[in-house]
């Protein structure tokens, strides 16, 4: 319970590598680029974008200066290259695109593959998957490992998911750890949890203000 209740330093997004700043929850706050598998905030691409404007230059990732790829067959070769050399990032958008085409036994496969090398969204989406049954058996003890693994890795979702079981257990005690935790990561959801608790009498008054 130790390492599983330790308060990670930062979500597991970390920070743009080009501002430094932690990259926003929201997904659609931030870009991601399979020519260096880095993820960059809005700011930064944008200010990029500015910079390309003016100097009349060609479109390039914001960070490594690769040039946009505009064919799909170049897009492809340059995933399938990351992928050979394992890159955890690369496995894991793999595995997701498998997923949205409902091929879920290979998205299982390129999610594994993604968590082995400790991707902790890959990780959370294999919880969701021994869960559902998708590409592979349900399996409680599975999907519990790779949530705490997701959670222990700085994923706020997984953590308030953890949150949310504890709570339909009644273990209020390690529920309310759980979304102290993902409320101080900045998820909302966690926060508004924590409201409803706080008015059962479940979460103190500090514990709660230390939370926001």
């Given at each position: 319970?130790?390492l599983?209740?330790?308060?990670?330093?930062?979500?597991?997004?970390?920070?743009?590598?080009?501002c430094?700043?932690?990259?926003?929850?929201?997904?659609?706050?931030?870009?991601?680029?399979?020519?260096?598998?880095?993820?960059?905030?809005?700011?930064?691409?944008?200010?990029?974008?500015?910079?390309?404007?003016?100097?009349?230059?060609?479109?390039?990732?914001?960070?490594?200066?690769?040039?946009?790829?505009?064919?799909?067959?170049?897009?492809d070769?340059?995933?399938?290259k990351?992928?050979?050399?394992?890159?955890?990032?690369?496995?894991?958008?793999?595995?997701?695109?498998?997923?949205?085409?409902?091929?879920?036994?290979?998205?299982?496969?390129?999610?594994?593959?993604?968590?082995?090398?400790?991707?902790?969204?890959?990780?959370?989406?294999?919880?969701l998957?021994?869960?559902?049954?998708?590409?592979?058996?349900?399996?409680?003890k599975?999907?519990?490992?790779?949530?705490?693994?997701?959670?222990?890795?700085?994923?706020?979702?997984?953590?308030?998911?953890?949150?949310?079981?504890?709570?339909?257990?009644g273990?209020?005690?390690?529920?309310?750890k759980?979304?102290?935790?993902?409320?101080?990561?900045?998820?909302?959801?966690?926060?508004?949890?924590?409201?409803?608790?706080?008015?059962?009498?479940?979460?103190?008054?500090?514990?709660?203000?230390?939370?926001?």
């Amino acid at each position: 319970d130790e390492l599983l209740f330790r308060q990670p330093e930062s979500s597991y997004f970390g920070d743009c590598p080009i501002c430094c700043l932690p990259l926003p929850l929201d997904p659609r706050k931030s870009v991601s680029y399979f020519c260096c598998s880095k993820v960059v905030c809005h700011g930064c691409m944008y200010a990029n974008r500015i910079r390309e404007y003016k100097e009349k230059l060609n479109p390039s990732c914001p960070f490594c200066r690769h040039l946009y790829t505009e064919s799909k067959e170049e897009s492809d070769r340059q995933k399938k290259k990351r992928c050979e050399a394992n890159d955890p990032f690369a496995l894991r958008e793999e595995g997701r695109t498998h997923f949205v085409d409902g091929e879920y036994e290979r998205a299982f496969e390129y999610f594994t593959k993604a968590a082995d090398f400790g991707d902790v969204e890959a990780q959370f989406n294999l919880s969701l998957m021994y869960r559902e049954g998708l590409g592979v058996e349900k399996d409680e003890k599975m999907e519990l490992y790779y949530a705490e693994e997701a959670a222990i890795g700085g994923d706020p979702i997984a953590r308030c998911s953890l949150g949310c079981k504890e709570g339909e257990n009644g273990r209020y005690y390690r529920a309310v750890k759980h979304f102290i935790i993902a409320a101080k990561l900045g998820h909302d959801g966690s926060i508004q949890n924590l409201k409803e608790l706080y008015k059962c009498g479940y979460v103190s008054k500090e514990d709660f203000a230390s939370a926001l």
